[in-house]
Structures are given as structure tokens and as C-alpha cells.
Nanobody, 131 residues
């Protein structure tokens, strides 16, 4: 049994930046074997897929709401996946989750960022964007 652990959330002013991290617990589970998705959920709203990075070749995908502002990446040496968030807006306020998918998926499925295909989740980290 393993899980994901997110960190790096916090309070930031509009226009600011945060970098979220996603690691595995216990650490012997290698994240480079998994596609990793980032999701967020704001109060009263449905969970939204934000970004993902594929296991096969590290292809990256972004939702239209964060494209050109967020960047997902891996550091395999640290067994960590990052979500760099720049130009943050109040609308980005949410709990952010990372999730792992063990299967090799087609591009349409990866782009769709459907949380139902991800089998392992973290507990989430709060991001609040406010002045």
C-alpha cells in the first residue's frame, strides 16, 4: 500500500508563484513508472484536471485555464513531480491533489485528465490566492 504526498501550498498574492511537490510514501515506489496528474477542487465546485505528465515519454498536458502559467515536471533522482504555478489568480484558489496512473494511456485519455483513471491519490494541499 502506498500513497502520494503533496506539499508546497500556501497563501500567495495575485500574480505570485508557488511550486507544488508530489512524492511517494513509502519512497521505494517510483513515480517515473506512473503518469502523474494534478487536480484541484475549490469549495462548491467539481474536481478539475489541471495538468498531467505521462509515464511513457513525459508528455505534458494542461487545462485551458492554466496553460502558459503552470508547468509540470519530474525529477526522477528525487522521485518527485512538481507543478510550478506562475501568475496566480484568485480563481486558482483550491485544494490541489496529485494522482498516479499505472497504465500507459493514449493521448486523448491523457489530455482529458479524467480523475477516474487515476488509482492512487494524495491528501491535497491548499493553495489560496488573495491580496
Amino acid at each position: 500500500q502506498w500513497k502520494l504526498v503533496e506539499s508546497g501550498g500556501g497563501l500567495v498574492q495575485p500574480g505570485g508563484s508557488l511550486r507544488l511537490s508530489c512524492t511517494a510514501a513509502p519512497s521505494r515506489f517510483r513515480l517515473d513508472y506512473y503518469s502523474i496528474g494534478w487536480f484541484r477542487q475549490a469549495p462548491g465546485r467539481e474536481r478539475e484536471g489541471v495538468s498531467c505528465i505521462s509515464s511513457q515519454d513525459n508528455r505534458t498536458y494542461y487545462s485551458d485555464s492554466v496553460k502558459d502559467r503552470f508547468t509540470v515536471s519530474r525529477d526522477n533522482a528525487k522521485n518527485t513531480v512538481y507543478l510550478q504555478m506562475n501568475s496566480l489568480e484568485p480563481e486558482d484558489t483550491a485544494v490541489y491533489f496529485c494522482a498516479a496512473d499505472a497504465l500507459a494511456r493514449s493521448t486523448p485519455i491523457l489530455k482529458n485528465m479524467d480523475g477516474r483513471v487515476y488509482g492512487t491519490w494524495g491528501q491535497g494541499t491548499q493553495v489560496t490566492v488573495a491580496s
